[in-house]
């Protein structure tokens, strides 16, 4: 069964404490793998793509890598204001030829100053 | 800028009261999405069209149905909305293939009475 999850479900930091949010993933014919971003109330705001096991993406304090089983989003000296949840979901191939997206339940990151 | 406008942002309905949520967007992608939101979950896939081919989750409601005119408006309509029904709703796109993730528009929260 395609399937994607997220760990820690929560997450608590000090301003500047490093941690890392996991992402495993069962799907066959995976496609790619994408980080989002949710502000409470809003919709997700795309983070990263990546296609390929050992591919590596940055932006700002954030970095995601890619295994043939899970990916991990790197937080370095994360602030506050990166406190949000934060969503990872996979591109599948279908039977008929389309693409399917499974989304995990995400990861709620809460920093502290 | 390119982007996916949802409207309402705020919509309030009466129990068994029908109501159409509209998408538009301004990035020329070719795959529309409607995803359906509950608190602290993942985005659920309603549907999804593929050009103009509509693609059904086996398991969506019946009382759920959509709409896709052209290629930048996509409607979701909720025939009798009941109480489980009230939700943030997402609509997304992308390009079709596996070329990149969805972006997504801000969300309707749907209220029902």
């Known amino acids: 069964e395609d399937q994607v999850t997220q760990s820690p479900e929560a997450l608590r930091l000090q301003e500047g404490e490093s941690s890392s949010l996991n992402c495993s993933y069962t799907v066959s014919g995976l496609r790619g793998l994408f980080w989002y971003r949710q502000d409470p109330g809003k919709g997700p705001e795309f983070l990263f793509t990546l296609y390929s096991a050992g591919e590596e993406k940055e932006k700002e304090r954030l970095k995601a890598t890619l295994t043939k089983k899970e990916s991990f989003l790197h937080i370095t000296a994360p602030k506050p204001e990166d406190s949000a949840t934060y969503l990872c979901?996979?591109?599948?191939?279908?039977?008929?030829?389309?693409?399917?997206?499974?989304f995990g339940t995400g990861t709620r990151l809460k920093v502290l100053a | 800028d390119a982007m996916v406008i949802q409207n309402p942002r705020y919509q309030v309905t009466q129990f068994g009261k029908p109501v159409t949520l509209s998408c538009s967007q301004t990035l020329n992608h070719n795959v529309m999405y409607w995803y359906q939101q509950k608190s602290s979950q993942a985005p659920k896939l309603l549907f999804h069209y593929y050009d103009k081919d509509f693609n059904n989750e086996a398991d969506t409601p019946d009382n759920f149905q959509s709409r896709r005119p052209n290629t930048s408006f996509c409607f979701l309509d909720i025939r009798s909305p009941g109480l489980g029904d009230a939700a943030m709703y997402l609509c997304a796109t992308s390009r079709g293939g596996p070329a990149g993730g969805q972006f997504f528009g801000p969300g309707t929260r749907l209220t029902v009475l």
């Open positions: 979901a996979v591109q599948a191939g279908t039977t008929s030829g389309t693409y399917k997206y499974f």
